[in-house]
């Protein structure tokens, strides 16, 4: 059974970079599928920040003016996120997710880690 | 970047009874819809893919339709476990968005 589980720091500082990982378990990272990262604002909804194949195929939302930079380690069964310059609007929950892949479309994600707290303060 | 919007904001359901929760996009997005439920402190749990098709484990009472703009997901009969948020997400294309959600309460 797949399992995956972001890690990395609770606390940023303004202007700083976030870097979270995401370990998986039960599935290969190399498989037919994207990996995803989705965050989500207090008390808010649900925002796409990016997809990752392990081929090296990203996209991006460019609603994060290039501040996102994402990355696959196969080796470890792991995929990364990066995201700089951060802001107070950048606190929320994190969570990395797989997501279907077929007929050359990205679809639903259908398996999600717990999420990971992140708070951007001094 | 196609906007989902979600009505209603809340919806407040008796036990048993049915729920009704629409979700429209800005542009037509064929069937490229998903929906989830989430649970307060948890992560969001897929429920539903390609508009109309219950992911695998998914209580038959939970059913979604529509195609295009305009898109449903109904709770036949309303359990105390179904409080929750629902989202929808549409992959026609990039960007992915979700629709702002729907909380559903028990009357």
């Known amino acids: 059974q797949v399992h995956l589980q972001e890690s990395g720091p609770g606390l940023v500082k303004p202007s700083e970079t976030l870097s979270l990982t995401c370990g998986v378990s039960?599935?290969?990272?190399?498989?037919?599928?994207?990996w995803g990262w989705i965050r989500q604002p207090p008390g808010k909804g649900l925002e796409w920040i990016g997809s990752i194949h392990h081929s090296g195929s990203i996209t991006y939302n460019l609603s994060l003016n290039s501040r996102v930079t994402m990355s696959v380690d196969t080796s470890k069964n792991q995929f990364s996120l990066k995201l700089t310059s951060l802001t107070a609007a950048d606190t929320g929950l994190y969570y990395c997710a797989r997501q279907y892949y077929s007929s050359g479309r990205c679809h639903h994600f259908d398996c999600w880690g717990q999420g990971t707290l992140v708070t951007v303060s001094s | 970047e196609i906007v989902m919007t979600q009505s209603p904001a809340t919806l407040s359901v008796s036990p048993g009874e049915r729920a009704t929760l629409s979700c429209r996009a800005s542009q037509s997005i064929s069937n490229y819809l998903a929906w989830y439920q989430q649970k307060p402190g948890q992560a969001p749990r897929f429920l539903i893919y390609?508009?109309?098709t219950r992911a695998t484990g998914i209580p038959a009472r939970f059913s979604g339709s529509g195609s295009g703009t305009e898109f449903t997901l109904t709770i036949s009969s309303l359990q105390s476990e179904d409080v929750a948020v629902y989202y929808c997400q549409h992959y026609n294309n990039w960007p992915l968005t979700f629709g702002g959600g729907t909380k559903v309460e028990i009357k």
């Open positions: 039960g599935y290969s990272i190399s498989s037919n599928y994207y």
């Open positions: 390609d508009a109309s």
